[in-house]
């Protein structure tokens, strides 16, 4: 087989590359999403692509499989440079991270979909049956398939979506995640199902959090870090620390001197105990000082965006307590918990947190409307005036309060929302990826922010992707896996490679 | 799912329209009223038999009567949910105050036992809504089916028979020589003014309407607010209903019948919108005359009194395409 090797040279290209990528940019807005990523993969291997959150390994698939194009580069595929739709129409098929099957169809008719044998103009459902079973039989799977999708395991049903993909003649098959939310056993047949496809002539790009399935199924490895090529690893001999330190790579200076051992003292403000959500997480304890900020991480699919949701009642857990100054708040509401001194930053400030047609001074006063009302009646003055401070103090460029968040970049949006949610003079403040999509200046200025807030003797606790921002912010990290608490890091000894090796680590 | 939201620097006139609806409140009133004395000062030089005081008078009773049943209706669009039972609350009401007029009661009591029968309706209207995430759309077609069933029955029992004399003469009530519900609509329209411009309830509603998730992660009482709309809608119909019961003298299955697509195109004529986060009581109110001057200058041209549901239905279509046009060209 021949070797992939990193384009760096323009010499002559192996015969073997399916598909190779040659200084691929892409930016959206502000957010260089990827600078100058070149690799090739080789026809016949598994290839995995490795990186953290926002290392831009989605952006690189959606490159690939022609959804978007790049802003420069250019993407091969057999040699040939080709446009994006190009390669929407051409033999490379992606199966999404997101389960997109009929589930009131039968596993046959799911993975024919819109190429059923026919017959006289209508389909041939003797032929389609016996094709789909000799398929999977192919495969070894022991599967009926006349059975009604919905009554499969998820395990099955990613199955018969990655045979969908084959039976449409893909010559490179695009898995995203593919065992995210599958048992061992599942990820086991899954993966032995990729091995036969590879051993069937496919090209596999792979993409997994789950640094042992990588290790075990993949002939190469290519590692991306904040949107850069980093290195394409052959897998021989190679292990999971080795992996960590690539996709982790720099060496930052010590984050803030935190010093936990002075907050030990401080009273509990914010307690969570053995919250629980079916199928999202389980048996959640966390406890949050006063003064101190605490980060929590969790790779894609482990569950910490639920938690972040259903700790402020956006999403009702299903068991557990939420505790603010010791005392169990009953209401499980936004509105309760708000009440009760809690604030939250929502992550998607496309989704939610702002107001795009209301004025910047009519976000940042919304949630604390009733306190600027009198007789019910909201005093404009007083609304102004607030937005005209907040203006000041996180320095956001606006024309004036009265200018609409559509006009706004994306940093001065995101520095509204801040400021909408600290308009209540909250106790306990949860921010959820607080600088997501902003450039370096506002993401200083978010970060000021939230220390500032921690010195006041607020709690907080930070939810991001972003785990650099994390061990700069945070006093202690606390680590999702599998739904699952795995692990909590603190002071000296929080650095990337132990917080990766706890979020992606395989115990 | 949403369209990438685009970071620009100017703002297209669209959004500049969009925004005037919100943020500089009420910008559209003026030609709305423009369009609407055109359309009077057509009808007036074309059609002597218009612009007389009874004819001119007819219709704005009729249109404040109207206006009544509006008020609630407008505020539910701006949370971004409707309510389509309006016309059978609005019938129901009427008949029930009726019905127990008939059946010798008061006429006080009769016509708070009916609005708290209305106030229930809108309850359990605005309940399921928030509890269960039903579409307000389909939920209100329900109850509106439902609710017109009831009145139908009522209508049946009472078989024709007109109101206690006393109640007939309800809605001639005058005062200062004036339709006692022209009087109630002006002194609404101000109090709308008010409650529009300075109000925290009705600021909560827009951010509501405009985006949900935003409301609640702002600690907003959703729910308590949906609920609340949805009662609003239905005792102002019922208000209205008993108005209309006195005015037509008797029960009648064909009251209210209709009125709610009377009143999304009004709403919307006026500036409340199907995707929420705006709406304009003066407007919607204007957005009524415009109506019955419509329909108005359609019989004074002996156009088929058929053809008036057509008319309805047309405009109805035009104002939900520009309606949804504007909105997302503004996304």
Redesign the interface.
């Known amino acids: 087989m021949t070797i992939a090797q990193p384009a760096r040279a323009e010499g002559a290209k192996p015969a073997g590359a399916i598909l190779e990528l040659r200084n691929v940019s892409k930016s959206y ?1 502000a957010v260089r999403a990827l600078r100058g990523v070149s690799f090739r993969v080789a026809r016949g291997e598994i290839h995995a692509i490795l990186g953290e959150n926002g290392a831009g390994k989605s952006t690189t698939l959606k490159i690939i499989n022609g959804e978007i194009e790049p802003d420069e580069g250019e993407v091969l595929v057999g040699g040939a440079v080709t446009l994006a739709r190009d390669r929407k129409a051409g033999d490379i098929a992606m199966v999404h991270q997101e389960l997109a099957v009929f589930s009131n169809m039968s596993v046959a008719e799911n993975i024919f979909v819109g190429r059923m044998p026919r017959r006289n103009g209508r389909i041939d459902i003797a032929r389609l049956h016996a094709r789909a079973a000799e398929l999977l039989r192919l495969f070894g799977l022991n599967i009926d398939t006349r059975e009604i999708l919905r009554s499969l395991t998820p395990g099955q049903q990613q199955i018969v979506e990655i045979l969908r993909a084959v039976e449409s003649d893909a010559s490179l098959l695009i898995l995203d995640e593919p065992t995210s939310g599958l048992n061992n056993h599942e990820a086991e047949t899954l993966l032995s199902l990729i091995r036969r496809l590879r051993d069937g002539g496919h090209t596999i790009l792979y993409v997994s959090h789950r640094l042992h399935e990588v290790l075990d199924v993949a002939d190469h490895i290519t590692v991306l870090r904040d949107g850069q090529y980093v290195e394409t690893l052959a897998n021989d001999g190679i292990n999971e620390g080795d992996l960590i330190r690539r996709m982790v790579g720099r060496d930052l200076g010590p984050g803030v001197a935190a010093n936990s051992a002075m907050l030990a003292d401080a009273p509990v403000a914010f307690a969570v105990r053995g919250l629980s959500m079916a199928g999202q997480f389980h048996d959640m304890q966390l406890e949050v000082r006063q003064g101190e900020i605490v980060g929590v991480f969790g790779l894609e699919g482990s569950g910490a965006e639920q938690f972040s949701q259903a700790i ?1 009642g ?1 999403v009702p857990p299903s068991s557990g307590r939420i505790e603010l100054n010791g005392r169990p708040i009953r209401d499980l509401s ?2 309760s ?3 009760s001194g809690m604030s ?1 930053l ?1 992550g998607n400030r ?10 910047v001074a ?1 976000n940042i006063s ?2 604390i ?2 306190r ?2 009198r007789w ?3 005093d ?1 003055r007083k609304v102004l005036e607030r937005a005209q401070e907040d203006i000041r103090r996180f320095a956001i460029r606006v024309p004036g309060p ?1 200018g ?1 968040p ?5 940093g001065n ?1 995101q520095k509204v929302m801040v400021s ?1 949610c600290l308009a ?1 003079d909250p106790k306990v403040i949860v921010l959820n990826e607080p600088t997501r999509g902003v450039d370096v200046g506002a993401k200083a200025e978010v970060h000021e922010a939230a220390r500032a807030e921690a010195a006041k003797g607020k709690a907080l606790l930070v939810f991001s992707s972003d785990l650099p921002e994390l061990l700069r912010l945070a006093h202690r990290i606390v680590i999702m896996r599998s739904n699952r608490l795995a692990g909590e890091i603190r002071g000296v000894e929080m650095t990337e490679e132990a917080v990766m090796a706890l979020a992606a680590g395989d115990r | 799912m ?1 369209p ?8 297209s006139p669209v ?1 500049r329209f ?2 005037g609806g ?2 500089g409140f009420g910008s559209n009133i003026l030609p709305l009223a423009a369009i609407t004395v055109a359309v009077a000062a057509f009808l007036a030089v074309t059609q002597p038999n218009f612009a007389t005081s009874s004819n001119l008078g007819s219709i704005l009773f009729g249109v404040s009567i109207d206006f009544l049943a509006i008020i609630g209706f407008t505020y539910v669009m701006v949370t971004r949910e409707i309510d389509l039972s309006v016309g059978s609350v609005f019938a129901l009401t009427g008949m029930l105050t009726g019905s127990l007029l008939v059946a010798d009661w008061s006429f006080w009591p009769a016509a708070l036992v009916a609005l708290a029968v209305a106030a229930l309706i809108g309850f359990v209207n605005g309940f399921l809504v928030v509890r269960f995430n039903i579409n307000s759309l389909m939920l209100t077609i329900g109850t509106m089916l439902l609710v017109r069933g009831l009145a139908n029955v009522l209508a049946n029992n009472l078989g024709g028979q007109t109101y206690p004399r006393a109640f007939r003469q309800f809605a001639r009530t005058d005062l200062f020589d004036i339709r006692i519900t022209i009087i109630i609509m002006l002194v609404a329209i101000l109090g709308a003014w ?1 409650f529009q411009r ?4 009705f ?2 509603m ?2 509501i309407g ?2 949900v ?9 959703v729910g308590r607010i949906k609920i609340l709309a949805f009662m609003a809608s239905s005792v102002t119909a019922g208000v209205a209903g008993i108005f209309t019961a006195s005015r037509i003298t008797h029960a009648d299955t064909q009251m209210g019948m209709g009125l709610e697509f009377v009143m999304v195109t009004a709403a919307i004529i006026g500036g409340a919108s199907l995707y929420g ?1 705006r709406g304009d009581l003066r407007g919607s109110a204007l957005g009524l005359l415009l109506l019955a001057l419509v329909l108005n200058g359609m019989i004074m041209y002996d156009i088929e009194p058929v053809f008036q549901q057509f008319v309805i239905g047309a405009l109805l279509i035009a104002t939900v395409t520009f309606d949804t046009v504007l909105n997302r060209r ?1 996304k």
């Open positions: 807005g402020f956006i936004p509105a918990l708000m009440h939250y929502n496309k989704e939610a947190g702002l107001y795009m047609e209301r004025s009519e919304a949630p409307l009733d600027l009302s019910g009646l909201v404009r009265e609409l559509q006009q706004l970049s994306g949006q909408a209540t | 949403t990438s939201q685009q970071v620009a620097e100017g703002v959004r969009r925004a919100t943020g008010v300075q109000s925290a309830l600021r909560k827009c951010f405009e985006n998730r935003s409301a609640l992660v702002h600690g907003i009482r986060g503004a």
